[in-house]
């Protein structure tokens, strides 16, 4: 049996509003007791937390790691600030940059194991000229270190404009990616329908998630969540569907916003936001308020699509999960920011979850109040 008993830290709690001292017990991996004290048992290994915070693991829920330049030499930003701009950039000079790069894939997960996250998701960028060669670059860089990566096979160049693409999107699923993604489905794709025809119709097909970038505004990309929320409720995807960026949601009015809103809680559609640059932010508090599953991450981190460097999902992650942590009672529906399938935790405590069902949260701590400071000690055992 393995004992580990750490002593004094300031345990975060869901719902809680102020973090109190208290001691946490793990046995054989698992969280056996939350106490203000606990009796160190015969042979458990004591580590001393005192003035620092014990948080379940971080979750990034928006990122791309197989674009990373982390760890290789400055490169200056390139890119205009359009969106096509920025495809375009990043089309035409990841080869020139040895794009994707499996040490850069690696740097970057080990920055962040760091800064204390635990889970990340991915969108895998996949088309014609890469091929699966992200995906395969991202698994081995992930292979053996103590996070989980899931990926999503993401078509950033488009899908019907971009031939061959929705082959690899069902090759990608078939070589074990767990989830499919999209991207505007008219901005980009320019024919909503058919778009939504081949992602959803993998994920249907395939049993795997559905993520869809959705930068499209105003009333457009109102229209395009509309069209996601009836596929999702009319194919019985509830818990599997997730829509990134929305920035429709935060240009819409208020009659507007309050009916797709109530269609993504009552459908059981995700939001994810991340890195908003001067983008419109989709009404975090409200979708809450509505029971919508919420999730953010950093998007690019330090690539062609910006110098952005930070890796640290602890400072951006506070703003959406700890307050919306759910219990350990919570629906599947709350898969996207659920951590990996295992048993339920003996204590109280939840981890702003990622993938069903309810277990048992990996749990880090920092030294309190120390910004920008490395995670002084993450426990990964939980998982085991």
């Not at 990122?63 to 390139?78: A, Q």
């Not at 091929?131 to 989980?148: D, N, Q, S």
């Not at 069902?170 to 999209?182: D, F, K, S």
């Amino acid at each position: 049996m393995t004992l580990v008993l750490l002593r004094g830290g300031l345990v975060w709690r869901p719902r809680q509003p102020a973090l109190e001292p208290a001691d946490l017990l793990v046995r054989d991996g698992r969280i056996a007791q939350v106490a203000p004290r606990v009796d160190a048992p015969p042979q458990a290994r004591v580590v001393d937390v005192t003035g620092q915070v014990v948080l379940p693991g971080l979750v990034e829920a928006h990122c791309h790691l197989d674009k990373t330049l982390y760890g290789g030499p400055w490169v200056p930003h390139s890119a205009d600030d359009t969106l096509a701009g920025r495809i375009g950039n990043d089309l035409g000079r990841r080869a020139e940059l040895g794009v994707p790069s499996v040490p850069r894939v690696r740097a970057l997960l080990e920055r962040m194991i760091a800064f204390g996250t635990a889970h990340v998701r991915t969108h895998t960028d996949i088309d014609p000229q890469v091929g699966l060669r992200g995906v395969e670059a991202v698994r081995e860089a992930a292979a053996g270190l103590p996070i989980g990566v899931r990926q999503v096979a993401f078509p950033q160049h488009g899908v019907l404009t971009n031939p061959g693409t929705a082959e690899l999107l069902e090759e990608a699923l078939q070589n074990g990616v767990e989830a499919v993604g999209g991207i505007d489905p008219a901005g980009i794709d320019r024919d909503p329908v058919r778009h939504l025809d081949v992602v959803f119709g993998l994920a249907e097909r395939y049993g795997a998630h559905l993520d869809i970038h959705l930068h499209d505004g105003g009333t457009l990309g109102g229209w395009e969540l509309e069209l996601i929320i009836e596929r999702t409720r009319v194919l019985g995807l509830g818990g599997r569907v997730a829509v990134s960026h929305a920035y429709a949601l935060g240009q819409l009015d208020d009659a507007a916003q309050g009916r797709l809103i109530d269609g993504l809680a009552d459908a059981g559609v995700a939001l994810v936001t991340a890195a908003v640059y001067s983008f419109p932010v989709p009404p975090v508090k409200r979708l809450r308020a509505a029971g919508v599953t919420l999730a953010c991450g950093h998007d690019g981190i330090r690539d062609l699509w910006g110098g952005r460097t930070a890796a640290a999902t602890c400072w951006s992650a506070p703003c959406i999960s700890p307050t919306a942590a759910p219990s350990a009672e919570t629906t599947t529906s709350s898969w996207l920011l659920r951590p990996p399938p295992r048993a339920a935790p003996a204590c109280s405590a939840s981890a702003p979850t990622a993938w069903p069902p309810a277990t048992a949260p990996t749990w880090s701590w920092c030294r309190a109040g120390a910004r920008r400071r490395p995670w002084s000690f993450t426990l990964r055992a939980l998982w085991s």
